[in-house]
């Protein structure tokens, strides 16, 4: 697989899913538990704009929706009868101030090439709510994938998020005041993202599933056949299983996912 030179959280190559998304609707189904979260955020918002709404995963069936997407590659992938799609980037949202009800993003911000000017202006174009589910870098930690196989996804982190509180007190800047909900991800999570196999660990020895999660292509690829050998070794030895028993007896699990929701006022955002 290709690697690429650009990092998650700022400086991200704006084509990076041009590259990477080919594959992305086989193993990236949205989960409904996760939907309902993002929705129920949403409140009672008419209009809806969803930026880096990729293959329309998440985008709630039950209200005015507009997409935007940099990525072509990602909007091929969009079913016949998704909402209609712009092609932009959030750091230059082509519409008015205040002008959708709420703005949202999913597993998204952290790709932007300048993240803080995307969120100001989803904070610019939101007349209510702007509703962010992703995960905090500085829990990365949590997951057994990363702190026993993959050591090497902590370095793309950057380092101000070994902060505690730091990514929470970025969104804060940025968004004004913020509610911030943990979600669990459940055993079963039909979106193939990085975190959602964590029951079920053969799944990351399947190229197929390791192609819809950009944390693997964004690392060397002696890092990843490193980790993926020595889990597959742990899986044939039973090691794997000794270690994380617990987990097997757990139906969901707190690994930094979280739905952010902030009400803009004309103080935040860029309005002008
Ligand atoms: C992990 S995918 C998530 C897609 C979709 N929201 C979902 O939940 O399935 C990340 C998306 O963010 C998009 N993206 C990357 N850079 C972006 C930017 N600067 N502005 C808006 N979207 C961007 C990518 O093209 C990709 O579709």
Not at 243 to 260: F, S
Request: aromatic share 8%; net charge negative; charged share 25%.
């Amino acid at each position: 697989m290709e690697r690429l030179t650009s990092r998650p959280w700022g400086g991200q190559k704006a084509d990076l899913y041009d590259r990477i998304g080919r594959t992305y609707a086989t193993t990236r189904r949205p989960d409904l538990r996760i939907a309902g979260a993002i929705w129920a955020a949403l409140g009672d918002a008419h209009t809806v704009l969803n930026v880096g709404a990729g293959a329309g995963n998440y985008e709630p069936p039950d209200r005015t929706l507009t997409a935007l997407e940099p990525s072509e590659v990602m909007i091929a992938q969009r079913p016949p009868r998704a909402a209609p799609v712009v092609l932009g980037r959030a750091e230059e949202l082509p519409f008015d101030n205040d002008a959708f009800d709420a703005v949202m993003a999913v597993l998204s911000d952290h790709h932007w090439t300048d993240r803080d000017r995307g969120l100001r202006e989803l904070s610019r174009v939101a007349r209510r709510r702007v509703v962010l589910f992703n995960a905090n870098p500085g829990e990365a930690d949590l997951f057994w994938l990363t702190t026993e196989y993959l050591p090497e996804f902590l370095e793309l982190i950057p380092s101000r998020y070994q902060t505690p509180g730091a990514w929470e007190q970025e969104l804060q800047t940025v968004l004004g005041d913020i509610v911030i909900t943990p979600v669990p991800v459940p055993h079963d999570c039909t979106d193939g993202f990085y975190g959602a196999y964590w029951r079920r660990p053969e799944a990351y020895l399947d190229p197929t599933v390791r192609a819809g999660i950009s944390v693997f292509a964004q690392l060397s690829s002696r890092a990843v056949d490193r980790a993926i050998d020595a889990l597959r070794a742990d899986l044939e030895t039973g090691r794997w299983h000794e270690r994380h028993r617990e987990l097997l007896r757990t139906d969901e699990l707190h690994l930094g996912y979280y739905v952010i929701t902030a009400e803009p006022t004309s103080q935040t955002g860029g309005r002008t």
